[in-house]
């Protein structure tokens, strides 16, 4: 039932050090893997574990001391790490039908081996592609599109015509396509302005759970092929986000802004409307970013600035009201400085 | 099919200038409308655009240049362009009637021309207004009571004997009503306070995807009138939310708050519990508010503090380890002075 | 049909000032309180309405004022009043049995005197405690484990094998055991760890609405017994949080991170990631926990510093313009002051 380190490392791209017959049934971290368990070193801080740890092989970095032990020697251990869990423990999913208690429009159309659980509901017009998983509770509304291999969870709603690229994952309660915040004041009140765009989720994007993004009033809020995010984010309407983004949880996009490639922002982050942040750049957590921002650089705080920057000025904070005494007294002995050179020195200056 | 500019202009009260029969059928930006669109001016930055837009005709504000285009001229041209997209784009609701694999229970009333989607749930004494749409998902608890023309989203909750008023949307996976976060210390741990009230929501509020509003420990938490609310909102127990208001994404409401009427609460903004905020105030994104605030003032900052102050601050911030500096110098140098003066003047002071 | 005093002093633990035959229907606060009501006095602040109250009785604490009125004399009104709500308002749960329109799966185990709504999902494995209550859209993935006496509300999502503990009440839209935010970047952009731990929720924890729980990577994430979680929090993956904590709504808490007992996040807190957090701490709403911190302090602000010297430092921030002005005014006569005593006195120092 187990797997050789030959296998293993033919899978993984490494090459084994030890005895490459021995068998591996499962993975765990350092301190809790046993007989049949493989384990791995990512962070050279626990290198001393390698010679403790009770796995039967370690996955290692180039150069690593392995004390004698069975190791599979990669350039990425975390990421070897990673596949083989999904080696071990992610099944192809199983193909159910449509099972009774669904409800399908008229006009669907169904790639092959799908599962849609009771109590989901796919709108006139819906188009799913092939291996589509639907948990219960999903509402996909009329002339809704899923890719190939698109899993989502239990009561994720995808509105009016929103488009999913292939091998999307969508957690639960999740919402793609509700109306984007618009209004026109009209003097008495608030007019809604119709949100008649879409939203489209490219390829390889993963949506935490109860995460909502807002289809455009016109056009298209567009999220970038591999981008992750996270639970309970915002995105408003209009906003592109680029390629391979992390977007932490509780983050909040404001309308019609403008994300680049590989940028990252972290837990609880505000960005405000109608802005354009650079490829590559890291927004700290909890930071509120107010204007545009060039590639490339990392910025924090409310609002954010250069994060070094901020790193310093956090550092005097604590210390404000001692530098205000400090300033009262200097106050205090230039004014008496003066007093005693000024009766000394009568004549006007 | 299209609409003449001149009926437009009926709809709209404004007045054409040119040719009052051209034929439009649908509504796109200055950069992107083509023959047989309408377009608007609403920002004067880009006045120019007037001239090289290839739409039919431009809604634009009286004196604009409309550089020999077709014109139709209003007071608000955002305004008249959000009115023609419900024009173009928002049908009344189709009547399907309650669909099957809805549930319904006893003692429902429901008005005329009703649409429930499968995997709909109506409790016991619910009442439904006319022309509401419940799509799937939707859970109203018992005593619900719904007005007219109300529109709920996939997934929404609508917890015990709430009240929703007339032509209220609610979009997908937003909850009203759950319980407020109330417990008395009991010594050991925490003793649930039953949270007996309900909700009011009035007439014309839009409450956003995912967003969440208390119901009251004893009596009512209320949205007022035409507020509309984004999504991932909390509003707590209690609290009592004016007219016209704007609630931005992520924001907080701690319980028993009142807040006036037109108040507006950008993204991320927190404000704390028992507290009263004035008619038309302002609190910028991502703020605090500790306290009481009076009418019409804006406000920024953790803990607010008005948003001139707060702008003046924040400019001062990054300069803050610089400013540390200068007084340690300053210091250094006023020893230096005294001991130079002290050493010409040894009598005592 | 109500009950005397005498009955609800024996049920309170306390004792009886006045008629204790007088008998009481319900509840209201000290204001609203009529004939037939009790009411309570928790704040000293409100003392004096206990005299002009119209209720039939008050419930006060030792050695407060009567004025005459019926009291009910016990250590803690306000517990007492919780408890005097639960008796007359909160019902045992009905029994109505697996509704049509349930989905139940295979080797699915149940107590006695569950409900189960139209429209919920049970999947494969599932067990069931005694007088469960399942509300419609709950979606229960293979494998879980609900104790006795669980309310689940509308489209509550618990995913595959997370366990539920005893008396555990979760609100609308909530998702339990949700993947982890884990990715391993390979180069071209993210790889998906697989999430294959569970989340545990010990007994008589609540879970308000739309609030998600991230499964752990490889084991558990824990939520401890009588921990309060208010709405829309989000709790990463691995993170172990106390007994008896409240955690305010729109909390973060990043992965890995492990939460002592008794502590208070307040709204809109962000915690980072792999961090400790000892008994007994308090968080000031909206702050930023970038580091440890020992038991039984209160923190505030972004990064948290001790609240008292949060306070001060707030105190100086919106004066800190000022205090710039000043010092260069310093930094001026300090330049003065140095070139007069220089031209007085010419030799080198």
Redesign the interface.
């Known amino acids: 039932m187990g797997k050789s380190l030959k296998e293993l490392a033919v899978y993984l791209g490494g090459r084994v050090i030890g005895d490459d017959s021995a068998l591996v049934q499962g ?3 350092l301190d ?1 893997a046993g007989e049949g368990q493989i384990t791995f070193l990512a962070n050279p801080r626990y290198a001393s574990k390698v010679a403790t740890t009770k796995a039967t092989a370690v996955i290692l970095p180039p150069g690593a001391d392995g004390h004698g032990r069975n190791v599979i020697e990669v350039a ?1 251990p ?2 070897a ?3 083989l ?2 080696l071990f ?2 099944h192809p999913p199983q193909f159910l039908g449509v ?1 009774e ?1 669904a ?1 399908i429009g008229r006009d669907v159309s169904m790639g092959s081996d799908v599962t849609i ?3 989901v ?1 796919v709108a006139d017009g819906v188009r799913l592609g092939n291996r589509v998983t639907l ?3 999903v ?1 996909l ?1 009329p002339g809704v599109t899923l890719g190939d291999d698109v899993t989502l ?3 994720v ?1 995808i ?1 009016e015509r929103c488009r999913i690229g292939n091998r999307v ?1 969508v ?3 999740a ?1 793609i396509g ?2 984007g ?6 003097g ?7 949100q ?1 765009g879409i939203v489209v989720v490219e390829d ?1 994007v ?1 949506v ?3 995460t ?1 993004i ?1 289809r455009a009033a ?2 298209v809020t567009r999220i970038g ?2 981008t ?1 995010i ?3 984010v ?1 995105i ?1 309407h209009n906003c592109v986000i680029g ?2 983004c ?1 977007i ?3 983050v ?1 996009i ?1 309308g019609s802004t403008r994300i680049g490639t590989h940028v990252t922002l972290a ?2 982050v ?1 960005v ?1 409307g109608h802005l354009t942040i650079g490829d590559n750049v890291m927004i700290g ?2 930071s ?1 970013v ?1 204007g545009n921002l060039p590639p490339n650089g990392m910025y924090s ?3 954010a ?1 250069p994060h070094k ?2 790193l ?10 001692e ?2 005494k ?2 009262s007294l ?2 205090k ?2 004014e008496e ?2 007093a ?2 000024g009766a ?2 009568p004549e006007p ?1």
Chains 1, 2, 3 share one sequence.
């Open positions: 993975l765990a971290g809790d990425n975390y990421l790490f990673a596949k869990l999904t423990h992610v099972m208690g409800s659980y009771p109590g509901w948990y219960p509770g509402a509304y969870h239990a009561n709603s509105r994952i957690h639960d309660g919402v509700s109306d915040f618009g209004y026109a004041p009209d008495a009140g608030y007019y809604k302005i119709p008649i390889d993963e935490g759970a109860n909502t807002d016109l056009d092929r591999g992750k996270d639970n309970l915002q408003g390629e391979n992390m932490v949880s509780q909040g404001s837990g609880q505000g405000a957590a909890k509120g107010p705080g409310m609002p600035i920057e901020w310093r000025a956090m550092g005097v904070l604590g210390r404000l009201p530098l205000r400090t300033v200097l106050e002995k230039v400085l003066e005693r050179l000394r020195d200056v």
